[in-house]
C-alpha cells in the first residue's frame, strides 16, 4: 500500500538558519505530493504541491521538488522565522489509479523556530 | 468566500453522552473526510464520504457514525461507545475521489470528555 515517512521532530533551529524536512513515499502509480502546514490549534493549510515527477512547488519560501528517481518530496526554505514554527504534514495521493480513501499522510514533523 | 467551516469549536462531552460535530462546505467538492488527530500524534482516518449517500469506514471508525445526506453537510457523531473521543477533529473536503489537487481542511474542534 501507498505510505509516507518523514523526519521525526521537534526539529529546533535559529532564525534565519537552512531548513530541510525530508519525506519519502511509497506509492503505486503516478502519486501527487503535498506538503501541509498546521499551526496550533488550527487546521491544516496546504503549503505546497507536485504532480508529477521533477516538478517544484513552491509557497511563502518553502520548495519541494518531486524526485521519482528517489521516490522524495524533501521540504526546504532558506532563512526560516519564528512565525514558521509549525507541524508541517508530507501527504500523497495515489490519484485516479487508487487512493479511494484519500490522501496518505506522514505522521508530522514539528518545526520549532527560535529567535 | 468558498471553505469548510466546523462548529463548535470546542465541545465538551459528559460520560455516556452522543455529541455531533458539524461540517459544512460550499465548495461543490463531491468528496469529504473526517481525521482525528490525538497530542503529537498524526491523522488518523475515521469516515469518508465520495457522494451523497454513500460513506465508507477508515481506519478507526468504532464508536463514529456519519451521515450524507447533502452534498454540503458530512456530520460526525461520537458515541457512547468510543472510549477515548478527547481529541481534536479536523474535517476535510477534496473536488474528486483521487485527490490529484489535495485537500481543504476545516478549522478543527475540540472535545473534551469531562
Known amino acids: 500500500g501507498n505510505s509516507v515517512t518523514q523526519m521525526e521532530g521537534p526539529v529546533t533551529l535559529s532564525e534565519e538558519a537552512f531548513l530541510t524536512i525530508n519525506c519519502t513515499y511509497t506509492?503505486?502509480?503516478?502519486?501527487?505530493l503535498f506538503w501541509y502546514v498546521q499551526y496550533p490549534g488550527e487546521g491544516l493549510q496546504l503549503l505546497l504541491k507536485a504532480t508529477k515527477a521533477d516538478d517544484k512547488g513552491s509557497n511563502k519560501g518553502f520548495e519541494a521538488t518531486y524526485r521519482k528517481e528517489t521516490t522524495s518530496f524533501h521540504l526546504e526554505k532558506g532563512s526560516v522565522q519564528v512565525s514558521d514554527s509549525a507541524v508541517y504534514f508530507c501527504a500523497l495521493s495515489a490519484g485516479s489509479g487508487g487512493g479511494a480513501d484519500g490522501l496518505t499522510f506522514g505522521k508530522g514533523t514539528h518545526l520549532i523556530i527560535q529567535p | 468566500d468558498g471553505g469548510i467551516t466546523q462548529s463548535p469549536k470546542y465541545l465538551f462531552r459528559k460520560e455516556g453522552q452522543n455529541v455531533t460535530l458539524s461540517c459544512e462546505q460550499n465548495l461543490n467538492h463531491d468528496a469529504m473526510y473526517w481525521y482525528r488527530q490525538d497530542p503529537g500524534q498524526g491523522l488518523r482516518l475515521i469516515y469518508y464520504s465520495q457522494i451523497v449517500n454513500d460513506f465508507q469506514k477508515g481506519d478507526i471508525a468504532e464508536g463514529y457514525s456519519v451521515s450524507r445526506e447533502k452534498k454540503e453537510s458530512f456530520p460526525l457523531t461520537v458515541t457512547s461507545a468510543q472510549k477515548n473521543p478527547t481529541a481534536f477533529y479536523l474535517c476535510?473536503?477534496?473536488?474528486?475521489?483521487?485527490?490529484?489537487?489535495?485537500?481543504?481542511f476545516g478549522s478543527g474542534t475540540r472535545l473534551t470528555v469531562v
Open positions: 476535510a473536503s477534496s473536488l474528486d475521489r483521487g485527490p490529484r489537487y489535495g485537500y481543504t
Open positions: 506509492a503505486t502509480g503516478y502519486p501527487s
